[in-house]
């Protein structure tokens, strides 16, 4: 009891003993699902969310990627990876006052009108009014900002990720309104469709098949729209993607199609876009589990057009991998932390090619990764991480492996400062 007061306290104004207060309160996996129930319901009221529009926060995001990552780290570096997390969690701006919403009736219609009237506050107090939240209530705000690109499609995002971390925590009821409440006020923030209205007014054009029909879709389509996303003008390529979409082009293609072309645009990135690129993985695969959004056209050709908006190179000035010197011996999160996009790729590269060590590799990755500080990186590095290995069992083999191979070369671009998490894991046994 007592070493849970003291992690509420440095969860509500934090000094240089949140980490010992962490590792305290976190001796067991009961007591770390409370701890971060506690931190959830403790900071989310006290976030400045409206002085980050049209921005979001990611101190909250990251928490649910770094669960999905559980399995493939070993118990130490699970709660490093976690600590760090909670850490930027608990770092996030504040707003002046807490936030103290009106107890509303729990209605859903009553919340779906705050969201399409963007009342944010409405949205918010309403939930709040919800006696026992569900995963379909998750789902129901998954469908109503489908549509809604705002931000590069955080909303989708965020919506997909607090259900499942609000699964991950056991789906505890307090804690799970607080989660649910702060999508439905994200949620009603100011909207951006543009994406969305210029793909559905081009499908409206056709007598679109459902999404899954296959008959009208050839093995041509896989490049042809690989170069249209990578290489066209946003209208051109609107046209191109939309007739595919509309002749039938199955939603495992589309998946196919954008990790690819996404997988190009992050080989192509500047050290400074990397994180922003590799959210290309993140929204990806918040679509492919929405079943709403899955099954929109429009949805899928809106992806399309985010894939599109990030620059690409020209295939011959794309890294290719070359042949590691020292063969098998290098190991790969060495690479990634040692800042060598090159020799990471490489490896990579060399690994998956090689039968049965995909999961060796995913665990150098996932090892990596939870060296970080997200406070620097804004946590994409595990969201993108998870985001591919909960797409693994449904993506071609190969487009995944190329993926992954891209992944670890904007890891190692990408690196920064790991002071706090060696910092925390001395503290841990």
Known sequence: ????????????????????AYVDATRTDQDLILAVRSAIKILVPLIDWQGFLPHMPHGLLGISSVFRLKEWLDPKSFRR??????????????????????????????IKLGIQKQLPEIAFGEVMGINIPTDDDFNSLASLVKKDMS?????????????????????????GRWLLAICAWIAASAPDTFWNDRAQKRLDQFLPLSVGDSSLSSIEDIPRLRKAVNEFGLVQMLNEWTLAAAKGLPSDEMAKVLLLSSSDKLLDARRDLEGKTSWLFTYLESLWFSDDAKLDLAVWSQAAALVNLF?????????????????????????????????AFSIAHSLLDTANLSDGVVREVALAVSWGDPIYNYSHHSLALASLLHLRP???PQAWNYAMCSL??????????????????????
């Open 151 to 175: 931000n590069m499609g955080h909303k989708l995002v965020f919506v997909h990720h607090m259900k499942y971390l609000y699964i991950q925590l056991g789906r505890p009821k307090a804690t």
């Open 408 to 429: 670890c070369k904007s890891l190692a671009n990408s690196q920064g400062s790991s002071d706090l998490s060696r910092q925390l894991d001395r503290l841990l046994v």
């Open 394 to 396: 449904y993506i071609d």
């Open 1 to 20: 009891m007592v070493d849970m007061q003291r992690w509420e306290q440095e969860l509500s104004r934090p000094t240089e003993d949140f980490f010992l």
């Open 81 to 110: 990876a976690l600590g760090t997390q909670l850490h930027y969690f608990a770092h996030e701006g504040r707003a002046v006052s807490a936030k103290k919403p009106i107890m509303g009736s729990g209605s859903f219609e009553n």
């Open 311 to 343: 620059p690409s190179e020209e295939d011959s000035l794309r890294m290719t991998p070359e042949i590691p010197c020292d063969g098998p011996k290098l190991k790969l999160s060495d690479a990634i932390l040692d800042v060598e996009p090159q020799k």
